[in-house]
T-cell receptor, first 114, second 112 residues
């Protein structure tokens, strides 16, 4: 069983388009995250979502917006895509109630903007 | 600003030896420190977590130390095997829901 899944695995699109990446976790965790890994392999937090509380990294453009229909899902919507948005996006989850902070990552979505 | 440095981008170790990876940080008072393994084309996989009040943690062939005075963690893999070859990421957390701050990682290569 896949703990954290993401779709699609690859996404190729043109500048200016709007796209979404879906994430689901079946671990019953209370917190979900989106990370961006750039071409230099540097992994950076974008958002975390816990019990309807959204924490946004201040460097993330407002073209990016997370949407959580329920506790098991945290989707990432990106408006007006730019070349610099090309990267691998990882979803992750953890159970921070109970002070268990290890994170479980999905397989990643490689976004290429042309 | 918060900064995490991991020693060298690549580390070559002979099979059977102990690999030691270093993580140094500045401008941060983490509640805990974690180590992850990442293979090409895959998401990071959690290995170990050590809290600010702990000095050392072990799990099978893995050992992590945490010195909050030096602001440094050491990650050891004993009896290293070629299958241990991967990128190892150090990450710091505050204890809240605000996600992890990662280092750039060390690419470990275990040569047979």
């Amino acid at each position: 069983d896949t703990a954290v899944s993401q779709t699609p695995k690859y996404l190729v699109t043109q500048m200016g388009n709007d796209k979404s990446i879906k994430c689901e976790q079946n671990l019953g965790h209370d917190t979900m995250y989106w990370y961006k890994q750039d071409s230099k392999k540097f992994l950076k937090i974008m958002f975390s979502y816990n019990n309807k509380e959204l924490i946004i990294n201040e460097t993330v453009p407002n073209r990016f917006s997370p949407k959580s229909p329920d506790k098991a899902h945290l989707n990432l919507h990106i408006n007006s895509l730019e070349l610099g948005d090309s990267a691998v996006y990882f979803c992750a989850s953890s159970q921070i109630q109970g002070f268990s902070y290890e994170q479980y990552f999905g397989p990643g979505t490689r976004l290429t903007v042309t | 600003s918060q900064k995490i440095e991991q020693n060298s981008e690549a580390l070559n170790i002979q099979e059977g030896k102990t690999a030691t990876l270093t993580c140094n940080y500045t401008n941060y008072s983490p509640a805990y420190l974690q180590w992850y393994r990442q293979d090409p084309g895959r998401g990071p996989v959690f290995l170990l977590l050590i809290r600010e009040n702990e000095k050392e943690k072990r799990k099978e062939r893995l050992k992590v130390t945490f010195d909050t005075t030096l602001k440094q963690s050491l990650f050891h893999i004993t009896a290293s095997q070629p299958a241990d070859s991967a990128t190892y990421l150090c990450a710091l957390g505050s204890g809240g829901a605000d996600g992890l701050t990662f280092g750039k990682g060390t690419h470990l290569i275990i040569q047979p």
